[in-house]
């Protein structure tokens, strides 16, 4: 016989007591070891044998070596007897106390066959001496007797089950499923014994036993609380009369109260489980038994969320079957409509977390139902996208927690990597408690932490090397992704909105559509019908899911500007990214998402455009929507040059990165409010990367085209206008000057060839047609406007300021800012310009005529034919050209003497002047107040729009829209206008008195 030691190293933890154990199995001692180390606690199994094999010696002679010799010699039933032996003390216990039971695991068929409920609740009724085939059926067995063969009779098909469980790997759905038909026997058997206890006054009720919770779903445990309901109704006597109201009510609380003694009290052969009938209507505190008449008054007027929650399980499983249905039919209704409650998500997910924070200390972080991470987690969130979402698909309306899960990833509802994670960790959680509750059949839900019973808990799931850490690690990574799954399914923004649906529209019917569409306010009905049948038309997982959002998202365009637009947006979106698979994922877990995505949709053409040609931008709507800065970007699209082929292409890898950052730069001030001086600063910033990026293509495309091995000239950009005071919007064009100077060494003519063929390659690279929009370069600010040279030297812009440039010239250089190029060019142009336009003197008095001047003809002549002056965005009353021209006067009379006026912005300039006192602080409020609310318009109406404008709308959907953009509610657009309008006027007065004087 094997060594104490070999017994340490194949599982046994007392290898010396094994050896005496195994030496007293005698021949059966050897081919039994296998088995008996290949079980959850080998120790634990072997001397549970050896006491088996002494019970049957005493009840025969020889009995116990007999069964030895037979297990030995059968493999099926060692396995079987070996695995129970080794998990549970309790069913040892049973087993020496009903030695004969044994027997029950011989059964070959006992891996293969689940036992029909039927042939269950006949086993348990004829173990109490009632004929199955009764309507009514009765105990005929003395009470104490019955009490007993009901235990034991329930112990013998556990401890089938439990071998079934343990030694043939079955399903934990398929376990739990099990255990519940043998609940629901058992309470069958335990309601003939009741009547019995009642005597001949029992025929006066009918009561129906409705399973709640775990039982009620199928997926009962080895050992817990059975949650019941009973309601009854007064029987039809063999006199043909109805039973008296008050003797049925009597009979069928002394029923319950029965059943539930039954079950739960201890007898010689112990108890069963207790049977909990708290989730009963007004629970503790009210009725035992109602009826029906009576649930429904109270479901009706009084229950809360929490209790058609419950309700989600109910299942009839004793008693009265048919009073038991009509119970089902009656509450149905009430449950699949209870999502529509105000505040119904929010109420499940506080009622999660008040379960939370009543875990006792000592046990939150070893919980395996109710922690964080734990089995209630998993249920919670499948509860509520069931009773969200199963208002309109019947499939829903599942019971059991894994069913469910499986319905709602077959769906759409829950992605299918999400949902085979959860239904992979909630398998795993379910049969860690039941392993934990086998082995004393106790109940109980806390992960011991003591290392023998982590050990057996280990190797009961499989690890037999190093068991504890290896089930420590597997029960750690499943909760970390409960945990994660449940906050991202049960507190998904989308589920509120779907909730507040009607529930005969919370899942799409092209039947009932076009009313609705009609209702919600789709100015073309029809062709929205169009385009929900294009979307959801099929049997694919794409099209479920698409029918799931768009009720939701309908409401949501609905609440935008231009609700067709919207819906047509969002089916050319759809149908660019087809079946990519994060889209629709997104959308449906991400609500914020989801429903960014359709106020920009049915807001904007603008970002609709972008979206369109960048369908991958989506992606962003989930993401902090903060403009880029220039040297991030710049970083992005030098990246993409290494690997570009030609000119053309990177330019286009350039291109498609401003494109994205233009469509996150719109939707932060579509749905994240970014403030217009920021959405200024962004755009000015992507261009500055934007002309960097593309000059260096320019720079390196000319050198290979005349085959120098080194560019002859710097070269910079000087950003001018809006551009170069960081203000652009999404129309404007990129105001520019080019500077350049020759590299030493090289010819004046040379440099001056090459520089202009590099400007010229940069506005062609530019302007070649894209997908994105076109930046615009313009050169037409430079000395000699479009007559003069595209590119200068320093020398050459210093000499023509110095003998032919006028006063106007003088103020656009107020925002001149070097941007791109060479950063020495820069540096110097900068020293150049800067005594020009910030003179310490000051402008002469006649040139504050001629300025004055020059802005009474441009606001003369450039106000296009048929423009109305006061809502004109540029050179309107109180206008930005109003605002700009007063700060630009203020800069070049005072410049020279107040730093903070050195400044292309306009706001910092306008705060400067302040300080300093050259115009009162009200009046500075005053224009700073027109400049942002003109400039966020005039972005408004570009993004509606699609294009720019600087005409306030006269079309009453696009003014509604951009009342919308600026934050206004639902139907304030002439608001909006008369806002507008006081605004312009006062700043208009402001400017009469501080630029006109």
């Known amino acids: 016989m094997s060594s104490s030691g070999t017994f340490v190293r194949i599982g046994f933890v007392d290898g010396a007591a094994a050896a005496r154990g195994i030496e007293r199995l005698g021949a059966a001692g050897r081919p039994l070891t296998d088995k008996l180390a290949a079980t959850a606690d080998p120790d634990a199994a072997l001397a549970g044998l050896l006491r088996l094999a002494d019970a049957l010696d005493e009840q025969a002679a020889g009995a116990g070596p007999a069964m030895l010799r037979e297990v030995a010699d059968d493999e099926g039933t060692a396995m079987r007897l070996c695995s129970v032996l080794g998990a549970s003390v309790a069913l040892t216990h049973h087993l020496v106390r009903h030695p004969e039971h044994w027997r029950e695991l011989t059964d070959p068929t006992l891996g293969s066959t689940r036992p029909a409920a039927y042939a269950v609740r006949e086993a348990m009724l004829e173990a109490v001496g009632a004929d199955p085939r009764d309507d009514v059926p009765v105990s005929g067995l003395p009470d104490a007797e019955a009490l007993d063969l009901l235990r034991v009779e329930y112990r013998r098909i556990l401890l089938r089950l439990a071998a079934r469980d343990l030694a043939h790997h079955v399903g934990v759905d398929d376990v739990a499923a099990e255990i519940s038909d043998l609940a629901a026997a058992t309470l069958e058997a335990a309601l003939a014994v009741a009547r019995a206890r009642v005597g001949e006054t029992a025929c006066s009720a009918r009561l129906a036993v409705i399973a709640m919770g775990k039982c009620g779903g199928h997926e009962l445990n080895y050992i817990s609380d059975v949650d019941v309901v009973f309601v009854y109704e007064p029987a039809q006597l063999e ?192 049969t860690l408690e039941h392993r934990i509750q086998l082995y004393q059949l106790r109940r109980t839900h806390v992960l011991p932490e003591d290392e023998a019973s982590l050990r057996r808990l280990g190797r009961s799931l499989g690890h037999l090397s190093e068991p504890a850490v290896q089930l420590d690690k597997q029960w750690r990574y499943h909760r970390r992704e409960v945990r994660r799954l449940h906050e991202k399914l049960f507190y998904r923004p989308l589920l509120g909105a ?26 073309d009905p029809k062709a929205a019908l169009r385009h929900l049948e294009a979307l959801t038309s099929g049997v694919s997982r794409t099209s479920d899911i698409q029918r799931t959002l768009l009720p939701v998202l309908l409401e949501w365009f609905a609440d935008s500007a231009d609700p067709d637009a919207g819906l047509f947006g969002f089916r050319r979106i759809s149908e660019s990214l087809g079946r990519t698979p994060w889209y629709l994922t997104m959308l449906r877990d991400e609500g914020e998402v989801a429903q960014r995505l359709a106020h920009v949709l049915g807001t904007s053409r603008y970002a609709t455009d972008l979206l369109e040609r960048e369908p991958q931008g989506v992606k962003m709507l989930g993401e902090p929507l903060v403009p880029l800065s220039a040297e991030a970007a710049l970083a992005e699209m030098q990246a993409l040059l290494e690997r570009a082929e030609s000119p053309e292409a990177a330019v286009g890898a350039v291109r498609a990165v401003r494109r994205r950052e233009l469509l996150r730069i719109a939707c932060g001030e579509l749905v994240a409010g970014t403030d217009v001086a920021v959405v200024g600063q962004g755009l000015s910033r992507l261009t500055d990367a934007t002309l960097q990026a593309t000059l260096d293509i320019a720079t390196e495309s000319v050198c290979a085209q005349r085959g120098l091995e080194a560019p002859p000239s710097r070269i910079a950009v000087i950003a001018m206008g809006r551009y170069g005071g960081f203000e652009l919007s999404y129309g404007s064009d990129a105001d520019v000057m080019f500077v350049h100077e020759a590299v030493e060494g090289v010819e004046q003519q040379v440099a001056a060839s090459f520089a202009k063929a590099v400007v010229s390659e940069v506005r062609r690279l530019l302007s070649l047609p894209a997908s994105d929009p076109p930046l615009e370069v313009d050169p037409d600010l430079r000395p000699e406007g479009k007559n003069g040279p595209m590119v200068r030297t320093v020398e050459s812009y210093a000499a023509y300021y110095a003998k032919w440039s006028h006063v106007w010239e003088f103020q656009a250089l107020l925002r001149a800012d070097p941007v791109a190029g060479d950063e020495d060019l820069r540096r110097r142009f900068t020293e150049l310009i800067d005594p020009i336009r ?136 002439d608001q909006m206008v008369n806002d507008y309008l006081r605004t312009t006027r006062r700043a208009h007065a402001v400017v009469e008195r501080a630029f006109w004087e």
Request: net charge positive; charged share 30%; proline share 4%.
């Open 838 to 973: 910030f003179p310490v003197e000051g402008i002469s008095q006649r040139d504050v005529m001629e300025v004055r001047r020059i802005k009474a003809r441009v606001d003369d002549e450039r106000l296009p034919r048929g423009a109305d002056r006061q809502t004109h965005l540029k050179l309107g009353r109180g206008g930005l050209a109003d605002v700009e021209w007063t700060v630009q006067l203020l800069q070049m009379r005072h410049a020279g003497t107040v730093e903070g006026l050195r400044t292309p912005q306009t706001l910092p300039a306008l705060e400067a002047a302040a300080e300093a006192g050259l115009i009162a602080e009200a009046d500075a409020r005053t224009l700073a107040e027109a400049w942002r609310l003109v400039s966020r318009v005039r972005n408004a109406v570009t993004l509606v729009r699609g294009k720019p404008s600087d005409q306030l709308p006269r079309d009453a959907r696009e003014r509604a829209a951009v009342a919308r953009v600026l934050g206004y509610p639902q139907g304030s657009s």
């Open 498 to 523: 779907v909730a507040k649906l009607p529930g005969t529209e919370a899942r799409l019917s092209l039947e009932a559509a076009e009313a609705r569409l009609a209702a919600l306010g789709y100015a």
């Open 239 to 430: 006199s043909g009369e109805r039973a008296d109201e008050g003797t049925a009510l009597r009979v069928a609380t002394q029923l319950a109260s029965h059943l539930m003694r039954i079950c739960a009290d201890h007898t010689r052969e112990g108890a069963i489980w207790p049977v909990d009938a708290n989730l009963r209507p007004e629970g503790s505190q009210g009725p035992l038994v109602r009826t029906l008449a009576s649930h429904r008054g109270y479901y009706e007027k009084w229950a809360k969320t929490w209790e058609f929650q419950a309700l989600l399980k109910a299942r009839p499983v004793a008693g009265d079957r048919r009073l038991g249905r009509a119970y089902l039919e009656m509450i149905e209704p009430m449950v699949w409509s209870v999502a529509e409650r105000d505040g119904f998500v929010t109420d499940v997910q506080a009622m999660r977390r008040r379960v939370v924070d009543h875990i006792p200390a000592h046990q939150a972080e070893r919980q395996i139902k109710l922690g964080s991470g734990g089995l209630r987690d998993v249920e919670f969130a499948v509860q509520l996208l069931q009773l969200v979402h199963g208002r309109a698909d019947p499939s829903l309306r599942e019971g059991a927690t894994l069913s469910a899960l499986t319905q709602l990833t077959r769906g759409g509802y829950v992605g299918r990597e999400d949902g085979e994670k959860l239904h992979e960790a909630y398998a795993f959680l379910r």
